[in-house]
Structure formats: structure tokens, C-alpha cells
């Protein structure tokens, strides 16, 4: 079980909040306005914390010291940027996702190392995919015999820098695409994987679970 800290509770963070905590994982959720957490259902058993998301006392009190994951999800960018920003540089949470309206920060953020979703694709499975790594390897597509599957691929920081042929060959996927600062690329023989990239590929279904620890590993080492 691990314990993930969200800030804002809207539609989504409620969402959030609420499939996280069904999975059994410690939810601490913050709000400005105590009035949003009518938006909790009943029974809920995280904190819910009255306070500025970006305020380190407030963090605090939401234990991000011990947080597996911090998503900033509140209506607006500039708060959810520094909320994330204090999240990583002074508590060195390293899951972090923000909640993003204007297109043109998002790639500024991203460029960054700050993962971002954009409003206009922006949904709580998003988000979950961003903090949740076993989230990720569940498949966007999958073929008729039900044996391949597209999927988001969650890797370990260590991967940056390399290619993308060398993911593929130590995970044996095929990686179909990139979206790198919200746009889809096709890679090439000579592409490497970027901060902030989002990698897309074909996965053979008995084979997600290794796929999944593979890259979530630190790559090896060549003799």
C-alpha cells in the first residue's frame, strides 16, 4: 500500500481520491473550501485537509514526507505548477502529475521534467496512469484475437537518452509512438527517449507483467 497526496477536490479529484482508495492505497486530499469534500462519498477514510495546496505546512499535514505520488488537480494552472514544484524539489516526491488549461505551459513544464495533462484530454484515468504505474500497462487498444494490446509504458528515469530500439529489444514491445510536449511522433532508428516523453506500444498480453518490471527497472549495463 502506498500513500498518494491529491490537491483539489473536484469531479476528478474525488475520482481520484475514490479509485485510489478502492485499491487500497492511503488518499490525503487538499482543498481550499472545506464545502468540496461533500463531494468524498460517505465512508470515505482519507484525510481531507482544509488548506492551500502549495503551502508546506499544509503539505505536511497531508504526510507528502511519506507520499508515493502528489497530483495537483485544481482549477487553476499557476497553483497546481507550484503545488507540484514544492511536491518534487522540497519533499522529493517523484510521481507527480499537474493539471494544465494553457497548451503552451504544459510544454514549458514539460520540458521541465513536470508531467502534465492538458484540460482538453484531461480525465481521472489520465492522471492515474501518471501515478499509478501498474495503471499504465493497461491497454488503450487491443487486436481481435485479444493476444496484442496498446499501452502507455511507465520507465524508470534511467531510460532517458536511450533508444528507442534498445526499449524495445530489452522489453521485446514495439513501440508505435511518441507524444512528446502533446504531440504523437513516430520514432526512428536514431530516436531517443526524452524527460517528459509518454512512450505507446504494442505489448504481447501474457507478457505484461515482465514488461512492466523490466522497465521499471534500471536498464542494464552492456559488457
Known amino acids: 500500500m502506498a500513500h498518494f497526496v491529491i490537491m483539489g477536490c473536484g469531479r476528478v479529484g474525488a475520482t481520484l481520491a475514490h479509485a485510489l ?60 505548477i507550484l503545488a507540484t514544484r514544492v511536491a518534487r524539489e522540497t519533499f522529493h516526491v517523484e510521481h507527480v502529475v499537474a493539471r494544465i488549461y494553457d497548451p503552451g505551459r504544459a510544454e514549458i513544464y514539460q520540458r521541465l521534467g513536470i508531467p502534465t495533462v492538458a484540460a482538453v484530454r484531461w480525465s481521472a484515468d489520465q492522471v492515474l496512469r501518471r501515478i499509478l504505474p501498474e495503471t499504465a500497462i493497461k491497454g488503450d487498444f487491443r487486436e481481435p ?64 507483467a515482465d514488461v512492466a518490471r523490466i522497465l521499471a527497472a534500471v536498464p542494464a549495463k552492456e559488457n
Request: glycine letters at 10%; charged letters at 25%.
Open 21 to 80: 482508495e478502492d485499491s487500497g492505497h492511503s488518499v490525503a486530499i487538499i482543498d481550499q473550501d472545506e464545502r468540496a469534500f461533500r463531494r468524498l462519498r460517505t465512508g470515505f477514510g482519507g484525510r481531507k485537509i482544509t488548506g492551500v495546496g502549495f503551502d508546506q505546512d499544509t503539505l505536511k499535514q497531508a504526510d507528502i514526507e511519506n507520499a508515493y505520488a502528489f497530483a495537483a488537480v485544481s482549477s487553476g494552472d499557476n497553483s497546481n
Open 145 to 208: 484475437s485479444g493476444r496484442l494490446f496498446l499501452c502507455e509504458l511507465a520507465l524508470h528515469p534511467e531510460w532517458i537518452g536511450h533508444h528507442i530500439v534498445d526499449i524495445e529489444q530489452a522489453a521485446e514491445v514495439r513501440v508505435a509512438y511518441l507524444t512528446r510536449f502533446g504531440e504523437g511522433i513516430l520514432p526512428g532508428p536514431d530516436t531517443s527517449y526524452q524527460q517528459g516523453d509518454t512512450v505507446h506500444a504494442m505489448v504481447v498480453s501474457t507478457r505484461s
